[in-house]
């Protein structure tokens, strides 16, 4: 299949421009971040000259093209900068709550494909009936809740009148020791260790972001799944496979779902740039020290590196699924590479 | 082309006909005249000044103060109400822009194809590499918490769904027999993109914008969550539920839960619109 | 063996209960062939649908009973009935690409077939999927297993349509337009083997199809169905010669043969004179070329065709799908540039003014075109009214009353009721349809008219009315007429002249007597042969219809 690796080489050289359009934007927004840098590094008792100096240390006071080209230079020797509010390395900052980040919103994508994808499977083998209208309701009021909102709704219900749930404050209540870290996952770090308190402590903290994020991310997955299974089901090759005595079963899994899942394959790109954004709100709330939150108090402390190395992370990230779904895309779709569709 | 109040009088006919058709259209409809109502009079239907305190502070819901006071004494039913005007023009604002936008580069580049398609397809795909919400985020950090910015950058990350439904659209009708027969008679190729292939691709926008419209409600309420954008004292549905949010902790639910069930109702409704919207521009739904 | 007694299917739609079939009986031999013949609408694919109980959702068996070796379909459960599809009766469908799996290996499809009705094991199952796909007479069985259906042609894909319908040796074949979709060429062998299979394993087959002609050669019984009801039943050969009911007359009239004048088509069809052709060439077409930039390497669409059309004239463009027919027209109708040579209307180029600056050439309202797709070629969001005034807006100076007025003449000119004009296309006929096509390539009188395959999509009745239409106006008007086709048939019917066209070349031209009754190039035999026209050739014993 010399044309499928065609293809694929194909769309990794799409991602190139898209990777570069990346990096200029992130770049023109944080120069353009209100506040002065320099001066909030120089310090409160800082003079004139000394936040003069701390500008040239930082190559402020060149030009545009030349702090560009700066920036970029950096950017390939892997140097994020320096966070004004943590004093670390950004790079540092960021690898290190990444994994937080990462559990969360795969847990949730996890957690919303499972229900989404039966609900509209099954609001599509019974489209008009309560059922199906349900679902639609169901899934509408689902992204109808802002994230931070249902947050709030589950803390103050599970947390506060059940009690059932735990401080939403951070990954692991401070009873429990954090896991070594081998994936930076805390569920699979301490499943590893064979450390099962530690697991379900994690896990308990992990349910209400996990739901809350899950909830706003059902309606596209369903719908999705509910569309491209009426389509296959209304399909000639349905009508042949039945035609031919297959099993319903057969009919429904092997030939109607199985098609129907590579439009769906194609929306999950989608669904992650919801989940990641809504992870942001998730994180504020739930405390979570992922980045999110860290761009949350960057953004208010005008921490332009950090910023910058978040917003670029994000995007890289993003870009990096998306590369995968495609590439995931053409392994299950036999039609990718002939004709070059 | 015959008398002219006659089509206007069939698409209200029409109009009519599909909100009949199915009761949730109907029900969406309905909540839209609601929400603009509030829109247009919400100051005069506020029974106490938004922004002054009224009364006791952090009152339970009682018949005085509907949803109840907030920690400066302040009552959430007037702001609740005042704040559909602001979150709306937000919304409408953002998408009307996007809509215009996505509109143009979208039939350009399905229409001609070639290098503009290059150009187009690629700068929607890195605004489209970036997390919506988190490329919102950076516009209007950078531009400055104003309400306009929260609108350019809500429009920002909408334009690209736009351009992309457009361009899929015209480009399948490209070569169609109809657009043929209207290169045959006559119309040049600008005409025959604006008067004829354009307006087939309606239906599908429709179903977009109304996801859009809720997109932008919530995407501004998370920005003035996180302190981007709308500042308090003014009233938003984002900021009221911030600012509530630290209250449910020591039991005052009220001040968080009405402005988000507000909230909650006004994107529910823009959801809901989509496919009635749809089914009023298009033509194939009327007999 | 199947014995179908007052069968009543009905449809629920948004405006109420749909009566498709209504009092259907049908008896079927052991061994018989059985023709189902019928226009869109006569209820034909719902009786078979209904056989196997695969009715589109929302459709209904309401009554009677459908008896297949004792057993009462109509009341037969799921389970029970999911055992006979397949194993006793199997069917067949049209657009056979569409009709596998697009993502399933097609050996694998022929599998699962075999394993539900366990026909085959896990460890034999593969052996006995290319042993089926080698009784359709695939090559090279063992490699197609592994194909795609995309990667197979439309008739290779009916063929393992086919494998799959017959991989358990079912004792009922139900066929619906199993040609449709196909080009003419391939058509006939489809059609041969299943009559070949059929033959060879005793098994009874239903042929569902719009085409009589196919139908009388192939079946042994034929039953004609009109709005779901049973019409007229009888052996091919009475059936088309002394037909009894009128709308079997109408059918059979409607149905092009060798023979027939265009106005035999119609019951109160007139001789036409005949044309006036002019000596003066009206359009010259030199060398033309068209090469297309494909994925893989330049497509040559055109390889240098050159023909002429007098004044007054007809010439059809004859060729199957890929022969370039259609590629021709859009750059003589002026949408499309050319790669090489050109196209002389008149004395004079056109081909030199752009396509996409020809809107502004004087010459422009001279050559319309009426579109092969009614629906497709009519916008949705415009009227009927709209579309006929849509060229007069755009290039006279007529004033809006004036317009007005020039529509109510055209539309009566094609037969279209005025109060039709304010409706939306998809409010409209095929029929209609195509009379408003029609009527907008009128609007600016030109002097050329290109007919892409005007009748393709329409009923024969329908086409039978349209074709005389256009005889009609080439009378009156004076009307230069570009036929483009696939149906010898048809452009007999209508051309002076024809040119065959195959790969982007001309095979054979000529005036379309001579064409049709002793061809020259192998190819224009095959196409004659499979459009069953073989009898007009004069080397070949004419087949009984």
Redesign the interface.
């Known amino acids: 299949m010399a044309s499928r690796a065609r293809i694929v080489g194909g769309r990794l050289l799409?991602a190139i421009?898209?990777?570069i359009?990346?990096v200029i934007?992130?770049f023109?927004?944080?120069r353009?971040?209100?506040g002065d840098p320099a001066a909030y590094f120089a310090g409160d008792a800082a003079d004139e000259a000394s936040i003069q100096q701390v500008r040239e240390a930082l190559g402020l006071d060149k030009s545009m093209p030349e702090q560009f080209l700066r920036y970029v230079g950096d950017l390939l020797r892997g140097d994020l900068g320096t966070s004004l509010s943590t004093g670390q390395s950004v790079l540092d900052d960021l690898a290190r709550r990444l994994p937080a980040s990462l559990e969360l919103t795969l847990t949730a994508l996890i957690l919303s494909c499972i229900v989404a994808i039966p609900l509209g499977v099954m609001a599509a083998t019974a489209?008009g009936s309560w059922k199906d209208h349900l679902c639609r309701v169901f899934v509408?009021?689902g992204?109808?809740?802002?994230?931070?909102?249902t947050g709030?709704?589950l803390?103050?219900i599970f947390y506060?009148v059940l009690e059932l749930a735990p401080a939403p404050l951070g990954r692991l209540d401070f009873i429990f020791i954090e896991p070594d870290p081998v994936t930076g996952f805390y569920l699979i770090d301490s499943a590893m260790a064979r450390d099962w308190e530690t697991f379900w402590g994690a896990a308990k903290q992990l349910v209400l972001p996990a739901c809350t994020m899950a909830l706003f991310t059902l309606?596209p997955i369903a719908r999705m799944t509910r569309a491209a299974m009426l389509a296959a089901l209304?399909?000639?090759?349905i009508?042949?496979?039945?035609?031919?005595?297959?099993?319903?079963r057969?009919v429904l899994m092997?030939?109607a779902f199985?098609?129907a899942m590579?439009p769906v394959v194609t929306t999950l790109g989608m669904v992650?740039?919801?989940a990641?954004?809504?992870?942001?709100?998730v994180e504020?709330?739930f405390a979570w020290p992922g980045i999110g939150s860290y761009?949350?108090d960057a953004?208010?402390a005008s921490d332009y590196a950090a910023?910058q190395g978040?917003?670029l992370t994000?995007?890289l990230l993003?870009?990096a699924l998306?590369l995968l779904i495609d590439l995931a895309y053409a392994a299950?779709?036999?039609?990718i590479g002939?004709?070059?569709a | 082309m015959s008398d002219t109040s006659a089509p206007t009088n069939r698409f209200l006919a029409h109009t009519l006909f599909v909100m009949r058709q199915n009761p949730v259209t109907m029900l969406a409809f309905g909540l839209l005249g609601f929400l603009i109502l509030c829109a247009v009079f919400g100051p005069a239907l506020a029974p106490y000044d938004p922004l002054a305190s009224e009364g006791a502070i952090l009152q339970p819901p009682s018949a005085a103060h509907w949803f109840g006071t907030d920690q400066l004494g302040r009552d959430v039913f007037s702001r609740v109400i005042v704040a559909t005007r602001l979150d709306l023009v937000i919304s409408v604002g953002a998408v009307a822009l996007s809509f215009v936008a996505g509109s143009i580069l979208g039939s350009i580049a399905g229409y001609w194809g070639g290098w503009y398609d290059a150009v187009v397809s690629?700068?929607l795909?890195?605004i489209?590499?970036?997390?919506?919400?988190?490329?919102a985020?950076?516009?209007v950090?950078?531009?400055?918490n104003t309400v306009e910015n929260v609108i350019y950058a809500t429009a920002v990350i909408n334009t690209p769904f736009y351009a992309r439904v457009v361009r899929a659209e015209v480009n399948i009708r490209r070569e169609a027999g109809f657009v043929q027969a209207a290169k045959l008679a006559g119309n040049s190729d600008l005409r025959v993109l604006a008067l004829h292939i354009f307006p087939n691709a309606l239906p599908p926008m429709m179903v977009q914008v109304s996801l859009n419209l809720?997109w932008a409600v919530?995407n501004a309420?998370?920005l003035s969550?996180?302190?981007?954008g709308v500042r308090p004292p003014t009233p938003e549905w984002?900021i009221m539920?911030?600012e509530?949010?630290g209250f449910?902790?020591s039991?005052e639910?009220w001040l968080?839960?009405f402005p988000?069930l507000w909230?909650?109702?006004a994107?529910?409704t823009f959801?809901?619109l989509g496919d009635g919207l749809r089914d009023i521009v298009d033509p194939k739904q009327r007999r | 063996m199947l014995e179908i007694r007052d069968l009543h299917v009905t449809f629920e739609t948004r405006n109420g209960a749909v009566d498709a079939v209504r009092g259907v009986d049908l008896d079927l031999a052991k061994g018989e062939t059985l023709g189902l013949v019928g226009e869109s609408g006569s209820g034909k694919s719902v009786t078979a649908f209904s056989i196997?109980r695969?009715l589109?959702?929302g459709g209904q068996i309401a009554s009677g009973t459908l008896t297949y070796d004792g057993i009462d379909l109509s009341q037969a459960n799921e389970a029970a009935l999911?055992?006979?599809?397949?194993?006793e009766i199997?069917?067949i469908?049209q657009?056979p690409r569409?009709?596998?799996?697009?993502?399933?290996k097609i050996g694998h499809q022929i599998e699962?077939?075999l394993r539900?009705?366990a026909r085959a094991t896990r460890y034999d199952a593969r052996q006995k999927a290319i042993a089926a796909l080698q009784e359709v007479k695939i090559h090279d069985a063992e490699a197609r297993y592994h194909a795609?259906p995309?990667?197979l042609s439309g008739g290779m894909c009916q063929r393992v349509?086919i494998a799959?319908?017959l991989a358990c040796q079912p004792r009922l074949l139900i066929a619906d337009e199993p040609t449709t979709g196909l080009d003419v060429t391939t058509q006939k062998s489809v059609m041969d083997l299943v009559r070949q299979l059929s033959i060879a394993r005793k098994m009874s087959v239903i042929l569902i199809t719009h085409d009589l002609g196919l139908a009388g050669e192939y079946c042994d019984q034929l039953v004609v169905m009109k709005d779901g009801q049973l019409v007229e039943q009888g052996a091919p050969a009475t059936l088309t010669q002394t037909p009894q009911h009128s709308y079997t007359r109408r059918l059979v009239a409607a149905t092009p043969l060798p023979g027939k004048a265009i106005h035999d088509l119609i019951e109160d069809g007139t001789p036409h004179d005949t044309p006036q052709i002019s000596q003066e060439t009206g359009l010259s077409v030199r060398n033309l070329e068209m090469t297309f930039a494909g994925?893989n390497g330049p497509v040559h669409a055109l390889k240098g065709i050159s023909f002429d059309l007098k004044w007054g004239g007809a010439l059809g463009l004859v060729g199957e799908s890929g022969s370039g027919k259609s590629t021709a027209s859009s750059i003589i109708a002026r949408l499309l540039d050319p790669t090489g040579g050109e196209v002389l209307f008149d004395g004079a180029s056109i081909t030199a003014t752009p396509a996409r600056a020809f809107v502004k050439d004087p010459r422009r309202s001279a050559i319309q075109m009426v579109f092969q797709d009614a629906t497709d070629s009519l916008n949705p969001r415009h009227s009927a009214r709209q579309a006929i005034a849509e060229p007069l807006k755009r290039l006279t100076k007529l004033g809006r009353s004036d317009r007005m007025a020039r529509v109510f003449e055209l539309a009566e000119k094609v037969g279209l009721p005025a109060p039709l004009l304010d409706r939306l296309p998809h409010q409209l006929s095929g029929g209609q349809k195509a009379r408003v096509g029609i009527a907008r390539a009128l609007a600016l009188e030109p002097k050329l008219l290109i007919l892409d395959e005007p009748t393709a999509a329409l009923d024969v009745s329908i086409q039978a009315r349209v074709l005389n239409l256009l005889a009609d106006l080439r009378e009156s008007m004076g009307l230069t007429y570009l036929f483009v086709s696939h149906d010898l048939a048809v452009v007999k019917l209508l051309c002076d002249e024809v040119v065959v066209l195959r790969q982007g070349q001309i095979e054979e031209a000529g005036p379309a007597e001579d064409v049709l009754r002793s061809p020259k190039a192998d190819y224009t035999k095959a196409l004659l042969r499979g459009a069953r026209w073989a009898s007009l050739m004069d080397d070949v014993t004419p087949v009984t219809f």
């Open positions: 799409q421009p898209v990777v359009g990346v934007i992130t023109v927004l944080t353009a971040l209100p489209p509408t009021a992204v109808s809740l802002p994230t931070f909102f709030i709704l803390i103050y506060f309606a209304s399909s000639d090759y009508r042949t496979a039945r035609a031919a005595g297959l099993a319903r057969t092997r030939y199985r098609n590579l992650f740039s919801f990641l954004g809504a992870n942001v709100l504020k709330v761009a949350v953004l208010v910023v978040f917003v994000m995007a993003f870009v998306n299950i779709d036999p039609r002939f004709d070059g | 690629r700068g795909d890195i489209m590499a970036f997390p919506l919400f988190v490329l985020m950076g516009i950090a950078a531009l400055g809720g919530l309420a998370g969550f996180i302190g981007l984002g539920v911030a509530g949010a449910i902790i039991g639910w968080a839960l988000g909230l909650m109702l994107v529910f959801n809901l | 196997l695969i589109d959702s999911n055992d006979l599809r397949g194993r199997s069917m469908f657009n569409a009709a596998l799996n697009p993502i399933r699962d077939v539900r009705h795609y995309f990667e349509v799959i319908a994925k």
